[in-house]
């Protein structure tokens, strides 16, 4: 897939074929995206933890709240629809720079286009409770989680619509359960001079 290919079908995917497990190497190669992902400075503050336990999985799952911008919970995926992988990034709150979402956003895009390009779909969680993550996976005291990636392979599509940046852009679902998302046309938000 080229590469604007690549980065119109990693969208955030929320109905995953739980029967579809990512193989071990794929794991393998998603994490390692990570050390090619520039940081502020060559900190490297972030920890991961690849969450790859059936149990641990569900735990993680059970406790992040999907999809806000859509009515009674129709976001949320249902038994057979769940993620079947996450991967937590954890911060450490005694090295944190006034840039620190930057890093974030950087792993976090290499983790997602490297799995999009194994057919893998991602939805990046930020609505999680700390205290209960630590309790699932047992993190150091001076780390925070405040984001989770869920894996799987998509049972339905994102699909981008160009818009105007008067029009609504939220998140929906067409008739057939997949995901709209509308995108301000580039026209629109860059200035070129």
Do not use: H
């Not at 009674?72 to 954890?90: C, M, S, W």
């Not at 799995?115 to 991602?122: F, L, R, W, Y």
């Amino acid at each position: 897939m080229n590469l604007e290919k690549l980065l119109e079908w990693r969208r955030s995917y929320r109905k995953f074929d739980e029967t579809k497990l990512i193989s071990k190497e794929d794991i393998g190669d998603i994490l390692n995206s990570i050390k090619f992902a520039s940081c502020v400075n060559n900190r490297q503050y972030l920890r991961f933890i690849s969450v790859e336990d059936k149990s641990k999985v569900l735990e993680v799952f059970e406790n992040t709240k999907w999809a806000a911008s859509l009515p009674n919970n129709l976001g949320r995926p249902k038994v057979g629809e769940r993620p079947v992988y996450f991967i937590a990034i954890l911060s450490d709150n005694d090295k944190k720079l006034k840039f620190n979402g930057i890093d974030e956003g950087l792993v976090i895009s290499n983790l997602t286009i490297t799995a999009a390009e194994k057919g893998i779909g991602s939805c990046i969680i930020g609505s999680i409770n700390d205290k209960k993550m630590r309790e699932i996976l047992n993190y150091e005291d001076n780390y925070s989680c405040e984001v989770v990636i869920a894996f799987g392979y998509p049972k339905v599509n994102s699909i981008i619509k160009e818009i105007d940046t008067t029009e609504d852009q939220s998140y929906y679902l067409d008739n057939n359960g997949n995901y709209i998302v509308p995108k301000y046309k580039i026209s629109e938000i860059v200035r070129r001079i």
